[in-house]
Structures are given as structure tokens and as C-alpha cells.
């Protein structure tokens, strides 16, 4: 396998990696960590060392979370009116714009994505979320209640209304598949509510969450609003989902994580949010335009190597174009280029880490043994062994851990189905729930398969759409509550009621 780099990394990507050890943003100073200790970030790619950041402990948490609610008292952050918060959020994202080219190549060096997913998807992705945030900012609205209390006091009046207020601290966990983006998914609601944040990145993917919060605190943070501490995520995100004076977690990562952050919540009752882990079906019925099926379902599972928490990773096709369906997905799989990201022809990267890649070729061989075949990839390459081929496999049954388990990697497991109510049977049948996609070219079955599939997100004719105004989250074990859209503001607010006799 070729590695074609380029001769010069982006100047300012140079800048941030030449000074080495990249400190973590604890009350609006960047510091090391009490023990000093330090985790070291690697391209997935080549193994070549980027940079070092802090391997933090628990008095490290004490201290962000210590920074976040004095923050949060002493009420600079809450007690500035919507439209100042909105318009240092709205910096935010010019900043991040401004920044585009180089957040997306930090972020290709640090995850291994083509440098195209980073510049035409995710970075644009951020930059939305803190536009749209920036505008709810002004929108957080209570109501006047009506009353009917029949012991009211003779000749008095009650009048009575909600004002939603924010939370207060807030920890943010985020996972390593697609870091940027999923960390603004977070901080641009929590802050638009008012609330101050510490905020985890995961140890495989922290540069750009720490290049984000110099760009943040540029665009007028107040100090301590947010906190970033760097570690390991049994360390730091285990004392933050237990800490008794966070107020809120917002969780996204696995299934099997989300469960024990969630036990760890309980101490405090904090509220959580989680956005977990999926298995998503992909349904193509025999009118779908099959050259756009094709596409669609390759892209489903094979971009950004099938780590994508919505990932087509299942998919039904019925009987009549079955064998059309596997060629082509087989045929465009075996074309994928694979390479480093930031080789322009690079179309398939590698994965986050060879424990990650080691975990997905696994389930191809135990696939394999269990009867499955492969069609199309399979293989584990690259000088680290980070790199998965884009594979396809068939004659899978529904028990199979590649069929009910979350690979998270370049892997689609096909099965032929004979119509729609098999294909919702099977899509439906696993405990996952966060997306789904049909292809037809029927609107009624189109919709019919919407309302009858258990999932958080439903695509016709297409799979993988985002945007800011969209709600994305899971039904089943793929989480609690939604973030992006208008609603994933409350995420982060309380609701008072004041109820007063006049
Ligand atoms: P992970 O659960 O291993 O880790 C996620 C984060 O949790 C990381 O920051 C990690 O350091 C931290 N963590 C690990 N152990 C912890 C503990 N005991 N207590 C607290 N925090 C801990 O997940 P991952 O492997 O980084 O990411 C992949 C997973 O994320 C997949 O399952 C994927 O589906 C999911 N994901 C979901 C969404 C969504 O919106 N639903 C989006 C992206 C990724």
C-alpha cells in the first residue's frame, strides 16, 4: 500500500504540533495536570508521533469542575443577555471557518479520515452547529400558565409562568470517530442554554478539541466556562460521570460505556443524555433506483471507514435485484482507494488505532468461520495494520455477532429479503435503534417503512444527511434524548414554575 504524503503540512497545523506538549484549558489557563503525566497523539497511519497532551487524574477533574461552577455562580456566562452569548458562539463559528483547512488536516493527522470528509463534511458540520446554537441562544422561551385552583384565596389572583433556566455544570464525553463535530454537538447547545461545560475528548482523538478550545477562548469565552481535561476515559470520564457536583452529563460513545456512565450518574442523579452505539439497516426494495442504491448503501457503511454511529451497516435487499445489489457494492468497494488521508486520492483511511482495526478484522474472521463469505475486501494492511479493506460479506444469519454487534468499521453484512415486512422484521429485530434508510421508489412504502421502523433517524433515498436543525439520537439501547435541532437546547435547561397569589 502506497503513502503518498504531502511535502508540507499546513503552517499553522506545523505551529501547533512543533510546540510539542499541548497543555489542557482548566479556568481559562492551560496547564499540565497536577502528576504531569502525558498521553502521546499518533497518526494512525504511519505511527509517527504528532504531539503529547495530559494523561489527567481525578484532583484534575476536581479542579475543571471547581473552575465550571464558579463559572457558572458567579455568573458571568448565565447572567449575560442571550444576544451576547449568541454573538460570541456566532464568532465561534467564523472562527472555525476561518480555520477550516487547518482543523480539517489536524484532525486527518490525528484520526486517520481523508482530509475530505474533514473539509466538505465535519468542520462545515461545527461551524453549523455553533450558528444554529448561537440563534436558539434568543429563543429559550417560558410560558404563562392558566390556572384552575380551586383554593385559591377569596378576591385574589394567581398568576403563574415557566422560565427554563440552565442547568448548570455540564460534562461532555465525546468518542473518537468523528471529534470535532461531535464536540460542537455539545458545547454549542449547552453554552447557548448558559450553562459552563468540562468537556472530555477521547485519548485516541484530543488535538482538535484542544486547537477548538484556543479558538473558543480567542472568540471571547470567559474564563472557566469551558474546561477541557485530556485523559483516559476510565479515569477522567469515569470521575466526571460520577462527580457530585456536575449537573448534567452529556455522554456520546458505546453502548457498553453509556451503561456504566449511567450507573455512575446515579449518585448525584445528575441528568443524562446518551447518544450511543447502532447497527443501522439499510433496506433496498426491487423499484429502487438500484445505481443510486448501490451508491448510497456503499457510502452508508464505507465512509469515513465505517466509523459513523449511524453506519448502513446492515443491508436488506430484496430477492429480484439481490444479486445486482451485491456486485455493485462489491464492485465499488474493491474500487475505494486506500491511503493516507491526506493523499488527495485517498478515499478509504485508515482506522483510529490498530486496537480498533485488530477488533473489526475479528469479526470478518469470525464471521468467516461461522459460514459467512466474503465478497469483496477483508483484509487488515498498512504499515501499522490500521487500515481495514472495505468488505462486504453474505450468507450471514440473523445470530451472527456481524449481524447483531456494532463492528464500527468498513464492514456490511447482505442478506436477500422477500418483502417489505420481512425487511422491517429483520431491520427491526436488534438492540439498536438510532437510523434506518429505505430505498424505493414508491412514496407509500417509503413512508410506511418510516413509521414502522424503531429508529432515531429515517432516510428515504438517501442515508447519512445531517445538519444542525436535525435531530439525531436513538430509540432502544442507542441512547437517550436527541441532540441538534431545536429541541436539543432543553438538554441543558431546567424548567421552573412560578406561581404567585395577587
Ligand atoms: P467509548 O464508549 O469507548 O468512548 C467514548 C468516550 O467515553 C471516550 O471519550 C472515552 O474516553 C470515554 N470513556 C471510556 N470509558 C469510560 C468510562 N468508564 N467512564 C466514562 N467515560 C469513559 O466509544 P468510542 O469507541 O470512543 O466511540 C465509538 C462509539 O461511539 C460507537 O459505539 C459509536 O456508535 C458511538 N457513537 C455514537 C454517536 C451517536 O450520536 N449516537 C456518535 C458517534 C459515535
Known amino acids: 500500500m502506497e503513502m503518498n504524503l504531502p511535502a508540507a503540512r499546513h503552517p499553522a497545523v506545523q505551529a501547533f504540533l512543533d510546540q510539542g506538549d499541548r497543555p489542557m484549558l482548566v479556568g481559562g489557563a492551560w496547564v499540565a495536570g497536577g502528576a504531569e503525566r502525558w498521553m502521546e497523539a499518533r497518526d494512525p497511519a504511519t505511527g509517527e508521533r504528532l504531539a503529547r497532551f495530559p494523561d489527567s487524574d481525578t484532583s484534575d477533574v476536581d479542579r475543571a469542575v471547581s473552575a465550571a461552577r464558579a463559572a457558572f455562580e458567579a455568573g458571568v456566562w448565565p447572567a449575560m443577555t442571550p444576544s451576547q452569548r449568541g454573538r460570541i458562539l456566532w464568532r465561534v463559528a467564523e472562527l472555525i471557518e476561518a480555520h477550516l ?8 493527522l490525528d484520526q486517520g479520515k481523508p482530509l475530505w470528509v474533514g473539509k466538505f463534511a465535519e468542520i462545515p458540520g461545527a461551524v453549523e452547529q455553533f450558528r444554529f446554537f448561537a440563534g436558539q441562544a434568543s429563543r429559550i422561551e417560558g410560558h404563562t400558565v392558566p390556572t384552575s385552583i380551586n383554593y385559591q384565596p377569596p378576591g385574589k389572583e394567581v398568576f403563574a409562568y415557566t422560565v427554563k433556566q440552565p442547568v448548570g455544570v455540564v460534562a461532555a464525553i465525546v468518542p473518537w470517530n468523528s471529534p470535532l463535530v461531535l464536540t ?104 429502487a433506483d438500484l445505481d443510486a442504491a448501490i451508491a448510497g448503501a456503499a457510502n452508508a457503511i464505507f465512509f469515513n471507514s465505517g466509523q459513523v454511529c449511524v453506519a448502513g451497516s446492515r443491508l436488506y435487499v430484496h ?13 465499488v468497494a474493491r474500487g475505494l482507494k486506500l491511503g ?14 490498530r486496537k480498533q482495526a485488530d477488533r473489526v478484522a475479528a469479526y470478518i474472521r469470525q464471521a468467516e468461520a461461522q459460514g459467512a463469505r466474503v465478497v469483496a475486501g477483508g483484509r487488515q494492511l498498512g504499515p501499522q495494520g490500521t487500515f481495514i479493506e472495505p468488505t462486504v460479506l453474505v450468507d450471514v444469519r440473523p445470530d451472527m455477532a456481524c449481524v447483531r454487534e456494532e463492528i464500527f468499521g468498513p464492514v456490511v453484512v447482505v442478506s436477500p429479503i422477500d418483502s417489505l415486512d420481512e ?77 404567585a397569589v395577587l
Not at 453554552?191 to 468537556?199: E, F, P, R
Not at 435541532?485 to 406561581?499: D, H, R, S
Open 423 to 499: 425487511a422491517l422484521a429483520l431491520a427491526n429485530d436488534t438492540d439498536y435503534g438510532l437510523a434506518a434508510s429505505v430505498w424505493t421508489r414508491d412514496l407509500s412504502s417509503g413512508h410506511r417503512a418510516a413509521a414502522r421502523l424503531k429508529a432515531g433517524t429515517v432516510w428515504l433515498n438517501t442515508h447519512l444527511m445531517f445538519d444542525a436543525s436535525l435531530p439525531i439520537g436513538g430509540m432502544k439501547q442507542s441512547g437517550w434524548g436527541r441532540e441538534s435541532g431545536q429541541g436539543a437546547v432543553e438538554n441543558f435547561l431546567e424548567l421552573k414554575t412560578v406561581c
Open 319 to 331: 430477492r429480484d435485484v439481490y444479486t445486482q445489489v451485491v456486485a455493485g457494492i462489491a464492485e
Open 340 to 353: 493516507h488521508g491526506l493523499d488527495g486520492a485517498t478515499q478509504i483511511g485508515p482506522l483510529v488505532s
Open 101 to 108: 483547512e487547518e482543523l480539517a488536516e489536524l484532525e486527518t
Open 184 to 287: 460542537a454537538m455539545k458545547l454549542a447547545p449547552a453554552l447557548a442554554a448558559g450553562c459552563t461545560v468540562v468537556l472530555k475528548p477521547a485519548e485516541d482523538t484530543s488535538l482538535t478539541a484542544l486547537r477548538l478550545g484556543e479558538l473558543m477562548v480567542e472568540a471571547g469565552l470567559p474564563p472557566g466556562v469551558l474546561n477541557i481535561v485530556t485523559g483516559r476515559g476510565d479515569v477522567v470520564g469515569a470521575a466526571l460521570a460520577a462527580h457530585p457536583d456536575v449537573d448534567k452529563l452529556s455522554f456520546t460513545g458505546s453502548t457498553q460505556v453509556g451503561r456504566s456512565v449511567l450507573a455512575a450518574a446515579a449518585g448525584n442523579l445528575k441528568k443524562v443524555t446518551l447518544e450511543l452505539g447502532g447497527k443501522s439497516p439499510v433496506i433496498v426494495l426491487a423499484d
